[in-house]
């Protein structure tokens, strides 16, 4: 097993804090419990719980995660389309066979899923997949959801995390300790969380204290828990859905039962996912998508794009700069959109919309030009964006109609002219328009 804890991604990336500890977990099932009557299940447990935060990892909506197994887990994943499917299947044929050998060999491959799944990652990030030459389709290294949740103030934040915030107890005393310890820190581990959630609750709904409010038992704090998050406020579209499914499974593995330390250790990872989530954020609610990179009259190959700070709400509109990375200078036609939530509403944007004109003649491409800023022109047709509001779509339904030239339509792109291999570029939406303008070592069109 050793050979397969690398502490970097299939994509040479580090690998985050949840996948050293998720890689601990798989580890410690077959050290603890390879010579026992009781390995397959309690194995099973642990590899339940490794794919379901594996794919609460991958999914957009990860809402019923907490009711599948492992072979749903496992279809899933493979519906997905965001790992290796041959690994996949070979994980599905070694469960179905379902031997002590087998659950054995299928390690490595779990391994190998949490390492794909969990990159180290402070921004977000896009990497660059050919199409076809010079063509690239954007795919983020991470799913980042939003939601309509902007985040709570810094003063609700520090009331539901003091006057005591859940510190556990190191990783050694917690694995080698004694069940009383494990116990008790998970009790205390849930009853805060618990609190939170009320706390969250309480605000999401402008009250001062929760009507559902009470002194928790510890026999009923997982049923409040399971209350809360079953509430309109903690749906797909007001809470992150990956959270949640985190959140299910604080409440599902418990580390005594399980007879497993190493849960508690996951838990309170969560937690610490779940105080970092409650903070204000813009990210929370907005994004930027980059779709596709199309190189332009150039050789260079196109790498990544990532966000080097925001989003940032400014004057009723979002900002973002993101760095572009390139193999050498290069030109570059970025195509995007972004979407979000306003006011508790989701909402998408492609505008300022792009025309691809191709074969017109010489009046029709002259009255285009004026109704639209060129963005490029290549083999015979001529990219522009509608500038007009609505001018060009109207010369674009006049071509279709005399047959004169023809016309494709696209959501909005810019052409980048980078000065080296990286780049960064200002993006801004802002009165139903996305923008872009000059961050560093480029121009733009």
């Known amino acids: 097993m050793n050979s397969h804890c690398s502490l970097f991604s299939s994509s040479g990336l580090l690998l985050s804090r949840r996948a050293k500890l998720l890689l601990k977990l798989l580890q410690s099932g077959l050290d603890d419990n390879y010579h026992r009557e009781k390995f397959p299940q309690q194995f099973s447990n642990i590899c339940l719980f490794i794919l379901r935060d594996c794919l609460a990892e991958a999914e957009e909506d990860a809402s019923e995660i907490s009711t599948l197994n492992i072979l749903g887990c496992l279809q899933r994943l493979e519906r997905n389309g965001s790992v290796d499917v041959t690994v996949l299947k070979e994980l599905s044929e070694l469960w179905m066979e379902g031997t002590v050998e087998n659950l054995c060999r299928s390690i490595p491959f779990i391994a190998q899923l949490i390492r794909d799944l969990f990159p180290h990652l402070d921004t977000m990030e896009f990497d660059a997949v050919p199409v076809r030459r010079g063509v690239y389709r954007c795919q983020q290294r991470a799913v980042r959801r939003i939601t309509s949740f902007k985040g709570l103030p810094a003063r609700i934040i520090q009331k539901v995390m003091e006057p005591k915030s859940v ?9 080698f300790g004694n069940r009383e310890l494990v116990a008790g820190e998970f009790t205390q581990l849930c009853l805060k969380t618990a609190q939170i959630l009320q706390q969250l609750q309480d605000y999401q709904c402008n009250e001062v204290t929760s009507k559902h409010r009470r002194h928790l038992d510890k026999q009923d704090i997982g049923k409040e828990i399971r209350r809360i998050l079953a509430t309109e406020d903690f749906g797909r579209n007001s809470f992150d859905s990956c959270m949640k499914a985190r959140l299910l499974s604080l409440v599902e593995f418990d580390p005594i039962f399980y007879n497993e330390p190493l849960f508690l250790m996951l838990h309170y990872d969560s937690f610490i996912s779940l105080a970092e989530y409650l903070k204000a954020n813009d990210a929370h609610c907005f994004q930027f998508v980059f779709e596709e990179v199309h190189m332009y009259q150039c050789d260079a190959k196109f790498h990544s794009v990532r966000s080097v700070w925001g989003p940032v709400m400014i004057d009723q509109g979002v900002e973002q ?11 570059f036609l970025v195509w995007l959109h972004c979407r979000g939530y306003r006011d508790g ?38 990219l522009l964006r509608d500038i007009s509001d609505g001018g060009l779509k109207e010369i674009a339904k006049k071509i279709v109609q005399s047959s004169d030239g023809t016309t494709e339509t696209g959501n909005c792109c810019f052409l980048i ?25 480029a121009d733009i069109h």
């Not at 510190?167 to 694995?175: D, K, N, P, Q, T």
């Not at 990286?422 to 303008?437: F, G, N, V, W």
């Open 167 to 175: 510190v556990l107890a190191s990783e050694e005393r917690i694995i």
């Open 321 to 331: 700069v993101f760095q572009f990375s390139t193999s050498d200078r290069a030109s």
């Open 345 to 382: 509403q989701y909402f998408q944007c492609n505008q300022p919309l792009t025309y691809k004109l191709s074969h017109l003649s010489a009046s029709l491409q002259q009255e285009a030009e004026k109704a639209g800023a060129v963005v490029a022109k290549q083999a015979g047709a001529t």
């Open 417 to 441: 002219n980078s000065w080296s291999t990286k780049c960064e570029i200002r993006l801004l939406y802002k009165d139903d328009t996305i923008t872009a303008s000059v961050g560093s070592d």
